[in-house]
């Protein structure tokens, strides 16, 4: 009788615990999608604290410098909209961008 009992405890525990992962699972499967991140002002992509895939950022956090047309000087010229990490960075030092263009993208965290 023992054997019997234990044999349907088991069942439950294992039952719950199949039904436990089906309800988690697409739970820790889903992610919030990539924010892209766009320049503000056009101008000249300097390397200066130019963002890494695989960098961690926090909102606000600046993600490329231009040499602005106007001016000269270095500014940041677009920052990060969201906490998380960059998985896409689209310029490379040197390149030239205008207002709205894609520079990184950032995958929140």
Excluded: C, W, Y
């Excluded at 766009?38 to 000249?44: D, H, L």
């Amino acid at each position: 009788m023992a054997s019997v009992r234990t044999f349907r405890t088991f069942n439950i525990v294992l039952a719950v615990a199949a039904l436990a992962a089906i309800v988690l699972i697409p739970a820790t499967a889903q992610q919030r999608p990539t924010v892209l991140v766009r320049v503000v002002i056009s101008g000249e992509v300097l390397p200066l604290q130019l963002a890494k895939v695989g960098q961690l950022v926090k909102q606000g956090d600046p993600i490329v410098f231009l040499r602005g047309t106007s001016s000269g000087a270095a500014v940041p010229a677009a920052v990060a909209p969201v906490d998380g990490q960059v998985v896409q960075v689209t310029v490379r030092a040197g390149d030239h961008v205008n207002i709205g263009d894609v520079v990184a993208a950032i995958q929140p965290q």
